[in-house]
Structure formats: C-alpha cells, structure tokens
C-alpha cells in the first residue's frame, strides 16, 4: 500500500531552484509529521525539515534560509521549495511520515545539481 508519493525532481543548475512534493494519504497526512530527509550515496540520511500537522515547520540549521517546507490541507501534500542550490545538494531527497515509533517513508526523488 504506497501512502507516500514523492515528485518534482530532476535536474537544474546551481543556483537554481527546485521544489518537491510529496502526496500523502489523508490518514498519515492529518496525524503524522511529515519530513524531507536526503541521502548522497555512500553517506547518511540527513534530516532537511519537517511540518506538524498543526503547521508549525522544523528546519535543520544548515537548511534555514533557503529550503521552506509547506503543507497543502485540500491537496494532502507536503512541498518542500529549495533555492540556490549547490552541487553537492545532489541526493535523493525522501519523504517521510512519523508518528511517534511509527514512520513511513516514500520512494525517493532524485534531484541532480550540476551546469
């Protein structure tokens, strides 16, 4: 049962901008925080933001300033817009929705960085 959709990824140069986002079922997305998280091959997942559903947003320091995280009530999804992206921002960027011991991750989007 997919509950978690990811989209929106792709290629764009640094500097650019790219946003993605995630389709949640409307269960996980009124009960659940849901998160963006990346991973570059060979490295640890790293936590970018998170949204309760309450609204309140979540960012990892480094993240602040360029990355905003946002949630669509009527839509059920969860939008992440990054701006001035670097290089080494390529990675597969992951939704997640977390409740507690209980998570639930998507599929995963690629986001590739480069001229």
């Known amino acids: 049962q997919v509950q978690l959709v990811e989209s929106g990824g792709g290629l764009v140069q640094p500097g650019g901008s790219l946003t993605l986002s995630c389709a949640a079922s409307?269960?996980?997305?009124?009960?659940?925080?849901m998160g963006w998280y990346r991973q570059v091959p060979g490295k640890q997942r790293e936590w970018i933001a998170s949204?309760?559903?309450?609204?309140?947003?979540e960012y990892a320091d480094s993240m602040k300033g360029r990355f905003t995280i946002s949630r669509d009530t009527t839509k059920t999804t969860v939008s992440l817009q990054m701006n001035s992206l670097k290089s080494d921002e390529t990675a597969v960027y992951y939704c997640?929705?977390?409740?507690?011991?209980?998570?639930?991750w998507g599929q995963g989007a690629q986001v590739t960085v480069s001229p």
């Open positions: 997640k929705a977390q409740r507690g011991e209980h998570n639930h």
């Open positions: 409307r269960r996980l997305f009124s009960l659940y925080a």
């Open positions: 949204i309760r559903p309450s609204g309140h947003p």
